[in-house]
């Protein structure tokens, strides 16, 4: 009961705030003077704010943007994206133009045009669409930022030409807004809506200074004695202040594990060794870690066990060859079943799932095609399947044998499960720990699941793990494997193999295959698209040629 408090509590905040940024489209919000006097325009702050708290000295038209700049801006128009649409495609009813298009937004900088967006259907939300005479939103959110659709575009207009045209100096922004309907494949775009300048100056590039920068000493920990292996601390120091800087966001830890000792420690953003992370989908590679201890223990038989030995498939929709679909499939995420995280119009698209009161009844009612099998597509609502499973095998159910078998042993004993509706904890993600003890977690399976000469994980487990089980499409060189993901990381011109865990946020703990080495890596840029690219960036710059 506590629990599903917890969880009433916690949406009911993020439904706050969501409404929040969602509730400043309302003209009412404004006086009648100032929302008419800018009809037409687009006007930006340094930060993101409620409608009903902007006033006029709020808005800047000069503005210094650093790396730890925020931005937003303020449009305002004489009717709806709706009716706007409607114009440009009067044959089609007013409520099947949600899916039809939305607003175009164009990013010219110093009188060039750098990038143009149809913005993907879906967001803003249709109530917004159909009543909204203001657009109040974010683009660059560095305090609370969420990767909401316009920090989204803010990003991808970054990442396509904007950091090149952005450098250091003197800049003018324009932005402008127009809407568009995509009707079978033909694109009308309206006249402008509105638009507006902004004079930048540029100071992203900063100077690092790394005499005063200090590196954290390392205390013993529970597990973990610590290094007195030389490492580059110059880059660390590096590292250290381009965090500090805001040239890499979000970053709240980053622990060096090498040859079995602590080695780097150092906590960001008011975070420390005693902080519970939340990793997102790390958590994912909980569940194939219980999953191998349930075998060795003989509570499940093996990973090609069929689901139609755990469930009554056909009292499901579409039963047809879902008793046939195989634990390893979920855990490699090439089953057949019709979910696909990185496609909003996918059925099984776990946003799908999050709302419903089952998850597990949510999976096993999705349509199945045998055409998807052995093909991967990153799907969170099988990890709800194979937790469904381990529960139901397992004596004492899945929390209670992740304490006795998995936690205790290691010496963890603060961390935090999310739940599913049916209070089983939830296999999809954000187990929360300290860093350390992610640290602790992959350094067992660096010793191929020994800890303090107790095999913990089946060796034999270990090695399917870290093993190459199925290739990413469309990525080069990276590889899916039981619930853990696998690429090599450029150190000069050498290359340094992982198999790791990752989250949402740029949440890692990564595992290197050819040297002594586990890094974990905690960050919060939830929902950003730089995330990930990031710490990428901090490993092969920065960590890996320090430590190597």
Known sequence: MKNSILIFIIFFAFVKQASAQNNSFLK????????????????????????????ENDLVKKYTLTNKSDLSFVAFFDKSLTDYKSELSPNIEKDS????????????IDDKEIYRSNLSPGAPYQKVQDTALVLNRPLINNTNGQGTWSESFWNRFIANGGDKA?????????????????INNEIKVSPLLAKGELAL?????????????????????????????????????ELKGSIDEGIFKQINSIIVINEGKLQIEEYFNGEDRNTLHDPRSVGKSFASTLLGIAIDNNLIKDENQELGA????????????KDHATIKELITMSSG???????????????????????VDFTLNLPYDQTFKNKWHYFTAGTIIIGDIINKSVPMGLEKFAEEKLFHPLGIKNYKWQ???????????????????????????????????????????????????????????????????????SVGNKKAEAFYCAGNGGNYILIFKDQPLVIVITASAYNQSYAHPQVTKILENFILPAVL
């Open 28 to 55: 009412s919000d404004y006086n009648d003077e100032f929302y008419s006097k800018n009809i037409g325009k687009i006007v930006f702050l340094p930060a993101f704010k409620n409608s009903h708290q902007i006033k």
């Open 97 to 108: 133009l949600f899916r039809k298009g939305n607003y175009q937004f164009t990013l010219w």
């Open 166 to 182: 952005l450098q250091d100096g003197q800049h003018k922004l324009r932005l402008e807004i127009r809407a568009y309907v995509n």
């Open 201 to 237: 100056d540029v100071s992203q590039n900063p100077k690092i200074d790394i005499t005063p920068i200090k590196l954290n000493k390392p205390m013993t920990y529970v597990g973990f004695e610590i290094s007195s292996k030389k490492f580059n601390e110059d880059k660390i120091k």
């Open 310 to 321: 755990f469930y009554n498939i056909q009292s499901y929709q579409h039963p047809q060859g």
């Open 337 to 359: 079943f019709d979910g696909d995280d990185s496609d909003e119009n996918s059925p099984g698209n776990e946003e799908n799932m999050y709302p419903t009161s089952n998850w």
């Open 419 to 489: 739940y599913t509706p049916q209070n089983i904890p939830n296999t999809a993600g954000s187990i929360r720990m300290n860093a350390l003890d992610f640290a602790k977690y992959g350094q067992l399976y660096k010793n191929n699941g020994m800890w303090n000469k107790k095999q913990i994980i089946p060796q034999s487990w270990v090695l399917k793990t870290l093993t190459r089980q199925i290739q990413i499409p469309d990525r080069k060189d990276e590889y899916y494997s039981y619930f853990f993901w696998n690429k090599s990381f």
